[in-house]
């Protein structure tokens, strides 16, 4: 099972800081340089850029210092019997630096894993060890991610928020004007960025998230089909039952009625 030593999420150190480990950790070390880095180790000197990531294995020697007067990092300590195994089975770079992939959705999943430190409770452990094991996952799975502009990467929080929002709560009815003032974005740009970082429209997102809950209505309830299309946002029965066809290639009914045979 793997083990989180102790973690850090957004540490700032406004006067710079200095970690030096002439015989490694003894852990394996995950750091994200949110600031720019000068790293020492096997004889070579880097600098790190903000938005990049290492692995350090638990026995190498290294150093690293800040090169900007502000240094912030998040990271992680962690071991375990499965830890060695896991990563060569990632392919995760070790004692390399790599260019982070949507940082801020990677630096938001050690947030969470902090969190997890801080809940306690019986399971604790187990807990963590899942959720370490999901963050190495996808930190493998982020670096076969194209990696998007910087013109809108920093709209990738707040438009998660919004794409989170839209399938959790499909009963709402949003319109794209409303959710794009919601970033101060023209409804063109938002929609725009929006399939830049996600790779659909935001209006196909809408009806997709309505569409799995009237999915999920028709296979647990009885509601009539009228009820549904209303729970599920829908003005007009009539337009909720064709696009529910022209997803599906069922009817409402007919999809009900094809689950009970």
Not at 36 to 62: C, H, K, V
Not at 158 to 172: A, F, G, K, N, W
Request: aromatic content about 12%.
């Amino acid at each position: 099972m793997l083990k989180l030593v102790k973690c850090g999420f957004n540490s700032t150190h406004p006067e710079g800081i200095l970690i030096d480990r002439p015989q490694g950790s003894g852990y394996y070390v995950f750091v994200l340089f949110k600031s720019r880095t000068q790293i020492e180790l096997t004889g070579r000197s880097l600098i790190a850029n903000p938005d990049t990531w290492m692995i350090f294995r638990p026995d190498t020697p290294y150093r690293y210092r800040n090169l900007d007067r502000t240094f912030v990092n998040d990271w992680l300590h962690f071991g375990g019997e499965e830890a060695e195994a896991l990563l060569s089975d990632l392919k995760l770079p070790l004692d390399e630096p790599v260019p982070a992939v949507y940082s801020a959705s990677l630096s938001r999943l050690v947030m969470e894993l902090q969190r997890s430190v801080w809940l306690g409770g019986p399971l604790q452990e187990r807990i963590i060890a899942s959720d370490l094991t999901g963050f190495l996952m996808k930190l493998g799975n982020l670096r076969s991610l194209r990696p998007r502009p910087e013109r809108t990467d920093r709209y990738f929080p707040q438009l998660s928020e919004i794409r989170s929002r839209l399938y959790s709560t499909p009963q709402q009815r949003y319109t794209i004007d409303e959710l794009a003032a919601e970033v101060g974005l023209s409804r063109s740009h938002f929609q725009h960025v929006y399939k830049e970082l996600f790779g659909c429209p935001v209006s196909l997102d809408m009806i997709h998230s309505r569409l799995e809950f009237a999915k999920y209505l028709l296979e647990n309830g009885a509601q009539p089909v009228g009820v549904i299309s209303n729970l599920c946002g829908y003005d007009n029965e009539t337009h909720f039952m064709r696009q529910f066809k022209k997803f599906t290639g069922r009817t409402p009914s007919g999809y009900r009625k094809s689950l009970r045979t």
